[in-house]
């Protein structure tokens, strides 16, 4: 019988470590999964949103090598007494906490991104674009000051070692870290708001746009409650044991905010919302052109020329869904035909069957048609023979 394996690691009263290993772990997983599917969905709407999607992709790379750095400090002493561990012991945890904590600041970065140019991609209004052009620079500028702030804050030449005796003001710099990335996190939220609120779709639907950019108030809450927890660690004679529960807020806060950048792109809404989606192929002979901002649908072919004795026409109407920012760059097309023939031995109108009605009625539930006519006329060289 083989034996039992050690455990990885082992919670107990004097070793609190593991809890960070946990939530670090588990959130992380998740939000690879989450991070999976939206890269699926690239794949399977064939989107091109490099700069929206690329942050993403950058951030969960980093979100492991930074949950692999926590570990290693967990490993050499975070989450024990200082007293039971030895100078080297403090000194290497304390390495590989601080590199960890610089690169958990790049990922909060990069998902403030990701949200952001995602709504300055769905938006036309200059008012909205502007405020997320600020919104980007404000981001730039918050993760400079907070890297540079944190990275520097200690004594040379070994910055990573935090004393409140040896770092400028007792790591009072936390404060206006914390403070400035909450109130980003609050505008990055509004501003979806202020976007929707002009924009014509059942309240249901509008609901769950605004709910799958609202989630960011999780990340509001764990920096709260990071924040408050903030203060005792940095009084604390016992660093690698009060860093504890900081810690715990600012891993969860890291890898939620990596998984909630990707709802609103993941959310079953946005499917039906991909202006890029053509719902009904219309026949190669239809000629399509597509606009800067819009498609619009107008064309009409006619093939043949003589003396045919039988013409018959058909009309296409075709819907044009004003959904376009919330998907695809391009347009949502939905067409709805109905044909009609004019023989000179029948004279029968065909209506339009139940499906091609369910697909109108489904889109004017969503917002703003704009109805275009194509018109295709075929004209036939042979007589007919029941004619004479």
Same mark, same amino acid.
């Given at each position: 019988?083989?034996?039992?394996?050690?455990?990885?690691?082992?919670?107990?009263?004097?070793?609190?470590?593991?809890?960070?290993?946990?939530?670090?772990?588990?959130?992380?997983?998740?939000?690879?999964?989450?991070?999976?599917?939206?890269?699926?969905?690239?794949?399977?709407?064939?989107?091109?949103?490099?700069?929206?999607?690329?942050?993403?992709?950058?951030?969960?790379?980093?979100?492991?090598?930074?949950?692999?750095? @926590?570990?290693?400090?967990?490993?050499?002493?975070?989450?024990?007494? @200082?007293?039971?561990?030895?100078?080297?012991?403090?000194?290497?945890?304390?390495?590989?906490?601080?590199?960890?904590?610089?690169?958990?600041?790049?990922?909060?970065?990069?998902?403030?991104?990701?949200?952001?140019?995602?709504?300055?991609?769905?938006?036309?209004?200059?008012?909205?674009?502007?405020?997320?052009?600020?919104?980007?620079?404000?981001?730039?500028?918050?993760?400079?000051?907070?890297?540079?702030?944190?990275?520097?804050?200690?004594?040379?030449?070994?910055?990573?070692?935090?004393?409140?005796?040896?770092?400028?003001?007792?790591?009072?710099?936390?404060?206006?870290?914390?403070?400035?990335?909450?109130?980003?996190?609050?505008?990055?939220?509004?501003?979806?708001?202020?976007?929707?609120?002009?924009?014509?779709?059942?309240?249901?639907?509008?609901?769950?746009?605004?709910?799958?950019?609202?989630?960011?108030?999780?990340?509001?809450?764990?920096?709260?409650?990071?924040?408050?927890?903030?203060?005792?660690?940095?009084?604390?004679?016992?660093?690698?044991?009060?860093?504890?529960?900081?810690?715990?807020?600012?891993?969860?806060?890291?890898?939620?905010?990596?998984?909630?950048?990707?709802?609103?792109?993941?959310?079953?809404?946005?499917?039906?919302?991909?202006?890029?989606?053509?719902?009904?192929?219309?026949?190669?002979?239809?000629?399509?052109?597509?606009?800067?901002?819009?498609?619009?649908?107008?064309?009409?072919?006619?093939?043949?020329?003589?003396?045919?004795?039988?013409?018959?026409?058909?009309?296409?109407?075709?819907?044009?869904?004003?959904?376009?920012?919330?998907?695809?760059?391009?347009?949502?097309?939905?067409?709805?035909?109905?044909?009609?023939?004019?023989?000179?031995?029948?004279?029968?109108?065909?209506?339009?069957?139940?499906?091609?009605?369910?697909?109108?009625?489904?889109?004017?539930?969503?917002?703003?048609?704009?109805?275009?006519?194509?018109?295709?006329?075929?004209?036939?060289?042979?007589?007919?023979?029941?004619?004479?």
């Amino acid at each position: 019988m083989s034996d039992t394996m050690a455990p990885f690691l082992v919670l107990s009263d004097d070793n609190h470590g593991p809890l960070i290993s946990l939530v670090s772990v588990a959130l992380l997983i998740t939000a690879a999964i989450f991070v999976t599917a939206k890269l699926g969905s690239v794949i399977y709407f064939k989107q091109r949103r490099t700069m929206v999607n690329t942050p993403i992709w950058i951030a969960l790379v980093l979100a492991i090598i930074q949950v692999v750095l @926590m570990q290693k400090s967990i490993d050499h002493g975070v989450g024990r007494h @200082m007293d039971t561990l030895t100078a080297a012991a403090i000194n290497t945890s304390s390495k590989f906490y601080y590199a960890a904590h610089l690169i958990e600041i790049f990922i909060l970065s990069l998902s403030k991104l990701s949200t952001t140019l995602l709504v300055l991609e769905l938006t036309p209004n200059k008012g909205i674009r502007l405020a997320c052009n600020i919104t980007i620079g404000v981001t730039v500028a918050w993760t400079v000051f907070a890297f540079f702030g944190l990275a520097f804050q200690c004594e040379m030449p070994k910055p990573w070692l935090y004393r409140p005796g040896r770092c400028t003001g007792k790591g009072a710099i936390f404060y206006p870290i914390s403070v400035f990335h909450i109130l980003s996190e609050i505008v990055i939220i509004a501003i979806p708001f202020y976007m929707m609120r002009n924009v014509q779709m059942v309240w249901q639907k509008r609901f769950k746009i605004l709910c799958s950019f609202s989630a960011r108030l999780s990340v509001v809450g764990l920096a709260i409650a990071q924040l408050v927890l903030i203060p005792p660690f940095l009084r604390s004679q016992d660093i690698t044991w009060d860093i504890v529960n900081p810690t715990i807020c600012g891993q969860a806060m890291m890898c939620v905010s990596l998984t909630i950048a990707c709802l609103p792109t993941l959310y079953h809404i946005f499917a039906g919302l991909h202006s890029g989606l053509i719902t009904t192929r219309l026949s190669d002979e239809v000629e399509l052109t597509h606009g800067k901002r819009s498609a619009y649908i107008n064309s009409s072919i006619v093939s043949g020329s003589g003396t045919g004795q039988g013409a018959r026409e058909q009309k296409r109407r075709s819907t044009y869904t004003n959904n376009a920012r919330f998907g695809n760059i391009g347009s949502s097309v939905v067409t709805d035909i109905a044909t009609s023939h004019h023989n000179s031995g029948d004279s029968g109108r065909r209506s339009s069957s139940e499906s091609t009605r369910h697909l109108t009625q489904d889109s004017k539930r969503d917002g703003v048609l704009k109805t275009v006519d194509i018109t295709v006329e075929v004209e036939d060289d042979h007589s007919r023979s029941f004619s004479r």
